[in-house]
């Protein structure tokens, strides 16, 4: 998780919220990595987490994903934790809880939902006070440089 906090860290210099995922197969291997993208690609499905799957079903030639982990600085939000259901990702380990717009405990668990057809174990809080202190740091700063703008503009983002 501490690498992924540290590339979080550089995907927050470049202009985007600063979150890194990862996914793993069986044998630990990575073979998928994302970071946010939205803003350089305006593409509003540019999420870590997302961005990861992709590369990892490339890589794999498939899409299911039982046997492996992804690991994220961020709780998934309700589309990205749609996309590992559907993905059937065996294991998601986070840092940072979003209680505002977290999927997996936050504000809803897909990842146990009743209506899920696949559940996958889930491990909260992984570096959760290093990853929450990044993302404070990095909304406060863009609240700096906006000249005061509404905190409500940021969440958004």
């Not at 997996?104 to 006070?129: C, K, N, P, R």
Request: aromatic share 4%.
């Amino acid at each position: 998780m501490g690498r992924l906090l540290r590339r979080a860290e550089a995907i927050g210099r470049q202009g985007e919220v600063p979150v890194s995922a990862i996914v793993l197969d069986s044998e630990a291997r990575c073979i998928g990595f994302g970071g946010n993208i939205r803003e350089t690609d305006q593409d509003p499905l540019g999420h870590a987490e997302l961005v990861a799957l992709r590369q990892a079903a490339r890589l794999r030639g498939d899409w299911r994903f039982n046997d492996c982990t992804l690991m994220v600085t961020l709780e998934p939000c309700p589309m990205c934790a749609g996309a590992l259901v559907q993905a059937r990702m065996g294991q998601v380990i986070y840092a940072a809880r979003d209680p505002k717009r977290g999927a997996m405990g936050g504000t809803i668990d897909l990842s146990s939902h009743a209506s899920a057809h696949h559940h996958m174990t889930v491990i909260a809080g992984v570096m959760e006070t290093e990853a929450s202190t990044l993302l404070a740091q990095w909304f406060r700063q863009r609240r700096r440089q906006a000249g005061g703008t509404s905190a409500a503009q940021f969440q958004r983002d």
